[in-house]
């Protein structure tokens, strides 16, 4: 068993980032964590991701009335693949290797998987991740996905004026649009790799308990118990 974290995802940094332990628990030792609530909000998540999924790639779906307030984005999406104006994709695996070249799978050092890729060649590069939690107080953490997925995209299909990147926050409702440059895309990269670098090169991982962090995490006394450090008040 690995000591160390080899492969990242942008959920797994996200995570390190939040405590290092946490990080060490589930993508280390894969600890197990807490049986899932049927009715929790990530379940109601997977379950929304799949109408809008369902939706754009078949002519004939009726629109999701769970979905009503992204009909022009869902229908717009549609239309672009239906009509052969260029290629949409849901739930691809862009996998990148230790030099930010992409990559088989065997290879990956990074994988990336948007929820719908929208490309029409020469125009435009679009990456789009639904969400269904609250948008204030995660725009940090949004922002980033999007930059990673942005620079991503520009690393496998280079060559476009700008990269951009939309949110839809499916339950609010409401979106978030960014456009990327690939020089703040290249400068980025550059700091995301030595964020990266020294991530893979901790060997102690630390835990740094907090209210707001035990909160959230599997791991602590409200989870499964196993943090020794985690903490409820």
């Known amino acids: 068993m690995s000591d160390h974290i080899e492969k990242w995802s942008h959920s797994l940094l996200t995570v390190y980032r939040s405590c290092h332990y946490w990080a060490k628990l589930k993508y280390i030792d894969h600890s ?44 717009d999406v549609r239309n672009i693949r239906r009509d052969g104006l260029g290629t949409v994709e849901v739930e691809r695996k862009f996998y990148l290797d230790h030099n930010w070249k992409p990559c088989e799978e065997k290879d990956r050092w990074l994988v990336v998987i948007p929820d719908i890729k929208v490309v029409v060649p020469g125009e435009i590069n679009l990456t789009i991740d ?19 997925y942005s620079i991503t995209a520009m690393l496998h299909d ?35 790799d030595n964020e990266v670098q020294k991530m893979m090169e901790d060997r102690y991982f630390r835990p740094s308990p907090s209210k707001l962090t035990c909160r959230w995490c599997p791991y602590s006394p409200q989870g499964t118990g196993v943090c020794p450090v985690g903490v409820t008040k």
């Open 32 to 75: 197990p964590e807490p049986p899932r609530d049927e009715k929790a909000a990530n379940t109601r998540g997977t379950q929304r991701h799949k109408l809008a999924e369902d939706f754009i790639l078949a002519d004939d779906a009726p629109f999701p009335n769970d979905l009503v307030k992204f009909d022009g984005p869902l229908i």
């Open 158 to 192: 280079p060559g476009y004026e700008s990269y951009e990147a939309e949110l839809w926050y499916l339950d609010l409702p409401d979106t978030w649009q960014i456009t990327f440059l690939p020089e703040k895309l290249e400068k980025a990269q550059v700091k995301l």
């Open 130 to 148: 639904n969400k269904t939690g609250k948008k204030y107080g995660n725009e940090l953490k949004h922002y980033g996905q999007c930059e990673l």
